[in-house]
């Protein structure tokens, strides 16, 4: 790696000029002018800083941007995302959250359906079955290491709105597929165009609201990759069972289009760093542009060297990163058993209760339940745990305020999987399996939000970081259904679940209690996190 790579990993080693010539960085971020003296009020109005104030996520030099955000008062500008009316941001995470909810919709509205699929193409093996729904997630995971870092160079907004016109096509093909190949071709390319929205909804969030009032709206463009997928099915069932098969996919296209027809009008760019090139851009005088936001020229100057490093980022964040690499397995862990699950279910409760693929849709109703419980219950039990241990803490939140609610979220994953797997091995009233399944979908949801939030306090930039989490979850999210069933097949619905509960119990507990007690000095010994160290103190 060049030098010009290292440094945009690590801070740059410059002397912060005195207050005798310039502000600070403290007193620039928090609008204080050289001669004022001002207690910062961390927490308050947004963890530290009033609404508009506090750092992007892009820049790799702190110190400029500073300068540049009392040189053109961009903290108080209304074009700032952070600044925006109410209605305006929650309109523009309805939308987010809207595209995040149709992209994983299509991974699964297909699962009842395998069955007729198999008949329609003629597949015999059950690993390529299992492969027409799980292929998906292949490309599902490698998008967000393109998309999340194009987004921090030409901004959120078009990667999503693009990203849901491609979908719409792809969906079309595989409506219309002549063969099986041509079918597995277009659901690769589906997950990749669908992919966007997870690459980028985490960082457009991020971009919105300040720490402190981050985790309801992140709940909410939480549940679409969790919720979407239990959906999915449901409809997929009935439309599979009266239709055909074909139409699951038209009808997903049509929620596209429906999605498209309000998000373009309504939901504008986010991303402050591209805003505030885009209205340099317009300037008269670019000369002038260039001397007073040197910082930004040159993070959109080189575009191949930013795109190699935007590109490269998020592999960085999940290898040179214990804290991104440890709570990525987690998410990824249980986002295979997932869809582990949705590969089973159609055969398991078939043979079991009889059910059709209509009714046997309806099965994934204890997930949804789950995670719609977590989201109203488990955020606000984030939120009030996060604000407490702030308030005890003189008013300074840190990302470590995230891990007591992941903790609890943690204990409901191997009892949801204990409960599902021995009740379903004994074939006793087909509501307990399904209570099972609720049980694992809100300790799933419950763990899913502390984690994002986590990753999005801690890195600078959130996208990227988010996007190497999904990478990691839907490579497990594939594999896991490909080799499920013959578990299952070998060690039995009971003996398989608690295998995996056991797994849960491993990566889940012990890890975030010690990044609890010992997460600060991680994020403080590495480059990628230290940013999130600096302390909130009294300016002068």
Partial sequence: MSSNDEKAFTEPERGVPTLSHAPSVDSSLTHVQPNEKREATPYQ????????????????????????????????????????SSKRKWTAVGIVSAYTFVSPLTSSMMAPGIPDLAIKYGITSPTVAALTLSIFLVSFALGPLFLAPVSEMYGRTWVL???????????????????????????????LSGSAPI????????????????????????????????????????????????????????????????SIPLLRETYAPVIRQRKAAKSGDPEKVAKAHPHLQKEHGSKLHV??????????????????????????????????????????????????????????????????????????????????????????CTPEMRIPALAFGSLFVPIGLFWYGWSAQAGIHWIMPIIGTGIFGFGMMTTFLPIQLYLVDSFVYAASATSAAALFRSLLGFAFPLFGQQMFDALGLGGGNSLLAGLGIVLGIPFPIWLYYKGADLRARNPLTRDSTLPQKTVS
């Fill in 199 to 262: 690459a980028v909804g985490a960082g457009s969030v991020g971009d919105l609201f300040a720490a402190k009032d981050r985790a309801s709206a992140m709940a909410l463009f939480s549940l679409g990759p969790l919720i979407g997928p239990v959906v999915g099915p449901i409809a997929g069932g009935f439309i599979a069972q009266t239709v055909g098969v074909k139409w699951v996919f038209i009808v997903i296209a049509g929620c596209c289009a429906v999605c498209g027809a309000f």
């Fill in 307 to 396: 795109l190699w490093i935007n590109l490269s980022r998020p592999i960085t964040l999940l290898f040179r990163s214990l804290i991104c690499f440890m709570l990525s397995l987690y998410m990824a862990f249980m986002y295979g058993i997932y869809y582990l699950m949705f590969a089973t279910f159609a055969q398991f409760f078939q043979s079991t209760y009889g059910f059709g693929a209509g009714i046997g849709g309806l099965t994934y109703l204890g997930l949804g339940v789950g995670f719609m419980l977590a989201t109203i219950f488990g955020a606000k039990f984030a939120d009030q745990v996060y604000k407490y241990l702030g308030d005890k803490n003189g008013g300074v």
């Fill in 45 to 84: 109005n947004g963890g530290g800083y009033a609404p508009g104030h506090g750092e992007s996520a892009l820049p790799e030099d702190k110190v400029e941007e500073a300068f540049e955000n009392v040189e053109d008062d961009w903290e108080d500008d209304p074009d700032n995302a952070r600044n925006w």
């Fill in 161 to 191: 709105h693009i990203g849901n016109i491609f979908t719409l096509a792809f969906c079309i093909g595989c409506a219309f597929a002549p063969t099986v190949g041509s079918f597995i071709g277009f659901r690769f390319l589906s997950g």
